[in-house]
């Protein structure tokens, strides 16, 4: 129990203060804020994090560090965005499954020639729209593969605005 130090000071108000303090030897627990749960010294906790058990956190942490926008996990589907501002959702079961959706329905000759060039990606109609997708081993080098799917993306976005261009000549686009 914690003892008066025996010092007496006289407060502002006029009224005398002991002032009580802990003993040495005490060390009373760290707070964190949130959950108050006691903290403990860093260098004494192993470093067993989430992140190396959950390829999903792992995978949101790579698109963090290869430069995506807006990188949000909801769930079991962590939503980003490309630097030309494309949203794609990626999820994470025994393997990484990135996909994005065109608003544009290719027809099976201009998937069949996209695919030729671009053979990483595998372009299907799915809900009457054009998605790209590209599935990786979660023991995958994730930098590289993410900076294929950044290309992929980007060269799908060309090629979509070139299908819808061909589909509706006549509202200038």
């Given amino acids: ?3 008066a130090s025996g010092r007496a000071r006289t407060a502002p108000t006029g009224r005398a203060h002991v002032y009580v303090h802990p003993p040495r030897s005490a060390c009373a627990p760290l707070l964190y804020r949130r959950s108050l749960s006691p903290l403990i010294a860093p ?3 192993p470093r067993y994090t989430r992140a190396m058990t959950d390829p999903l956190s792992t ?3 790579a698109l963090s560090s ?3 926008d807006g990188v949000e996990t909801d769930g079991p589907i962590v939503y980003a965005r ?3 501002a494309l949203e794609f959702q990626a999820t994470a079961d025994d393997l990484y499954r990135l996909s994005i959706r065109y608003a544009v329905r290719a027809t099976d000759a201009e998937r069949a020639a996209w695919m030729r060039a671009n053979p990483k990606g595998r372009l299907e ?3 009457g729209e054009t998605e790209l997708t590209l599935h990786l081993p979660l023991n995958a080098d994730l930098p590289a593969a993410l900076a294929d799917w950044a290309a992929l993306v980007h060269a799908g976005a060309v090629a979509a605005v ?3 261009r061909r589909q509706k000549p006549l509202y200038g686009m």
Avoid: L, N, S, Y
């Fill in 125 to 127: 109609i799915v809900a």
């Fill in 66 to 68: 290869a430069g995506f």
């Fill in 1 to 3: 129990m914690p003892k």
């Fill in 162 to 164: 070139d299908w819808r």
């Fill in 43 to 45: 260098h004494t906790i």
């Fill in 82 to 84: 490309t630097a030309d």
């Fill in 59 to 61: 995978f949101a942490q």
